[in-house]
């Protein structure tokens, strides 16, 4: 005959496995952007005699955030040229 396989109250009891770590996500959005950037040029003749018009311009938008837990401050500042 055989072996009785042991009821499992009786088993020796192994180590208690343990839980990895819980995964925090941490999103931080501090940093330099640079947001935007435009521009373009036109050139036109002008039938009235005064000539040719033409020009040019350019732009753009940065912006500057620090953040912690609790707040964020932000600077943003826009440049046109034209």
Known sequence: MGSRPQPPQTLPRGPTPKRPPQ???????SGFYCIGAMGGYARKTLDSGIGTLSGGFAGGTVRLQLADAA????????????
């Open 71 to 82: 707040s964020l401050l932000g600077v943003e500042a826009d440049a046109r040229l034209g």
């Open 23 to 29: 995964r925090v996500a941490i999103n931080n959005w």
